[in-house]
C-alpha cells in the first residue's frame, strides 16, 4: 500500500470520525437548547386537546378515553402524565407510576407542568413532566454516529485483509533495523541513498537505478546473439572453449559435467572440501550460463553475497552454516565460494522483493547458528530483472551492496534494483 494512498486515507478517516463525533455533540446540544419552548408547546397542545374533550357531554367514557390518547399522541416526550377529575385519575402515564410520590424532582432532564381546568362543574387537573433532551433522540443521534463510524471500521479492516493478502509480501524483520535499497552508477562510484523504515514486521522497498547507470554501462546487450559475439571492453577473459570443463551444461539444475580428456580447472575438484561449495573460479562461468538461460526462459535470477566475517571456513560452525544454506538453495553446485570471507548464491526465479525477504531470512539465521561467535553477518542481493545483463555486471552489484551494508549496522541486508521504465528507454534510444 503506498504510502501517499495512506496518508490521504487517514486524513479522510480523520474527517469522517470527527463528523460524526461533532454531529452527536451539536444535535444533542441543540435538542436540549430548545427543549423548553418544545416542551410549553408540547403541553399546552395537550391541555387544549383535552378541554375540548372533557366539553363534550353526549360521548361516552371510552370515546372520551379514545379521543384523550388520539390528543397525546406518542408518549417518548412524556416522563409522566397524569389527569385527575374531581380527585379520581383518570388517565395514568406510565401505568406504573406511584401517584403518592413527588412528581417534581424526577429528573434534571424533566421539565414539569401543572394545570388547572373547570369543565362542565366538574375540577380537571393535568400534570405532566416532558424530557427537555428525550431519551429516544439520544439514541437515534447516537446510531446515526455509530453506523457512520462503523461503515468507516469496516473498510478500513477490508482495506488491512486486502493489503495483507494481495498486496505486497511481508518481509520477516531483523531485530532492531532498517531495510536499504541502493541506486547507484557502480563504475562512477555516483551513490545515491534511499532509506525505508518500516514498522516492526513490515519492510516495503523502493529502488531506483539511474538512467546514466545503464548508458556508462557496456555489459549491457540488447539480445542473447549480440552478448555472445561482442565482449565488454571489461571482460578480459576468452570465450568459453567448449571442450573445457569450465562450460558447464545447459539442463537445469544439472551438476557440472566433467568432459573426458578435459583439462582440470582445479587440482582438488569441483568443490571445495572446507565448504562444500563450488570454487569461486567456477563462479563467472556457472552464472553467465544460468544468466543466459533464465534470458532464453523469461526467468528473473537472484544473486546472494554473504559475507561472514569473523568466521574462518575451517570453523566447526561455519561447517553448520554451510549445511544450512545447502538446504535454503537445494542445490551445492548453486554455492560457490567468493573471496576470502563470502558465499555467492543462485536462486532460479525470484524477484527482488522476494530476493531480500530470503537474504533476511538466511541473516537471522545464521546469527543464531553462530551466535557464540558472534560474527558480522551482511548480505548484499541484485536480480537480473528483466535486463540482459553480464554476470560480471551482477556481481558488481551485489558487491557494492554488501558494502552499503558495512556501512549501516542497522541493516545487514542492502539490495540492488534496477528501474524497469529508464531501461526501456535505454533499449529504445541505443
Known amino acids: 500500500m503506498k504510502k501517499s ?79 385527575t377529575v374531581d380527585g379520581q385519575p383518570s388517565y395514568v402515564f406510565p401505568d406504573t407510576l406511584d401517584l403518592n410520590s413527588s412528581l417534581q ?59 495483507n493478502h494481495f498486496g505486497k509480501e511481508k518481509v520477516k524483520s531483523i531485530p532492531v533495523r532498517t531495510q536499504k535499497i541502493i541506486t547507484e552508477d557502480i563504475e562512477d562510484e555516483e551513490d545515491v541513498y534511499e532509506y525505508d523504515e518500516e514498522k516492526e514486521d513490515e519492510a516495503e522497498v523502493e529502488v531506483k537505478e539511474e538512467a546514466d547507470e545503464l548508458e556508462n554501462s557496456d555489459e549491457i546487450v540488447e539480445e542473447k546473439a549480440a552478448s555472445e559475439e561482442k565482449e565488454t571492453e571489461k571482460d578480459v577473459s576468452p570465450e568459453p572453449i567448449p571442450n573445457k570443463t569450465e562450460e558447464l551444461p545447459l539442463k537445469d539444475f544439472e551438476p557440472v559435467e566433467i568432459i573426458p580428456n578435459a583439462e582440470p580447472v582445479h587440482e582438488n575438484g569441483l568443490f571445495s572440501p572446507d565448504t562444500g561449495f563450488g570454487w569461486e573460479s567456477y563462479l563467472m562461468t556457472r552464472l553467465e550460463n544460468e544468466l543466459n538461460r533464465a534470458t532464453a526462459s523469461e526467468l528473473d535470477l537472484a544473486l546472494f553475497i554473504i559475507k561472514l566475517d569473523g568466521l574462518g571456513r575451517k570453523n566447526p560452525i561455519m561447517k553448520k552454516i554451510c549445511e544450512y544454506l545447502t538446504v535454503e538453495f537445494q542445490f551445492k553446485d548453486l554455492l560457490f565460494e567468493y573471496k576470502d570471507d563470502s558465499i555467492c548464491g543462485l536462486k532460479i526465479s525470484m524477484n527482488i522483493d522476494n530476493a531480500i525477504t530470503f537474504a533476511e531470512k538466511l541473516v537471522a539465521e545464521i546469527k543464531n547458528i553462530a551466535a557464540e561467535e558472534a560474527p558480522t553477518i551482511l548480505a548484499g542481493v541484485t536480480t537480473r530483472g528483466i535486463r540482459m545483463v553480464s554476470g560480471e555486471r551482477l556481481l558488481k552489484e551485489a558487491d557494492e551492496a554488501v558494502k552499503h551494508a558495512a556501512e549501516d549496522p542497522k541493516c545487514p541486508v542492502v539490495g540492488f534494483r534496477a528501474d524497469a521504465v529508464k531501461y526501456r528507454k535505454f533499449l529504445e534510444t541505443n
Not at 73 to 78: A, E, I, L
Not at 119 to 126: A, E, F, P, R, T
Not at 140 to 163: E, G, M, P, Q, R
Open 5 to 83: 494512498f495512506i496518508i490521504v486515507y487517514s486524513l479522510i478517516v480523520s474527517i469522517v470520525l470527527i463528523f460524526a463525533i461533532s454531529y452527536f455533540a451539536v444535535s444533542i446540544y441543540n435538542e436540549n437548547n430548545h427543549g423548553e419552548l418544545r416542551t410549553e408547546l408540547r403541553f399546552e397542545k395537550i391541555v387544549t386537546g383535552i378541554k375540548t374533550t372533557y366539553e363534550k357531554n353526549n360521548i361516552s367514557s371510552s370515546e372520551k378515553n379514545r379521543q384523550i390518547q388520539n390528543t397525546i399522541g406518542d408518549t417518548k416526550d412524556f416522563s409522566y402524565l397524569v389527569i
Open 105 to 163: 424532582n424526577t429528573s434534571k432532564l424533566v421539565i414539569p407542568y401543572n394545570r388547572t381546568l373547570k369543565i362542565n362543574g366538574s375540577l380537571v387537573i393535568i400534570s405532566a413532566g416532558l424530557y427537555s433532551l428525550r431519551p429516544s433522540s439520544i439514541f437515534d443521534y447516537a446510531k446515526i454516529s455509530f453506523f457512520i463510524i462503523l461503515i468507516v471500521a469496516l473498510i478500513t479492516i477490508i482495506l488491512i485483509i486486502y493489503n
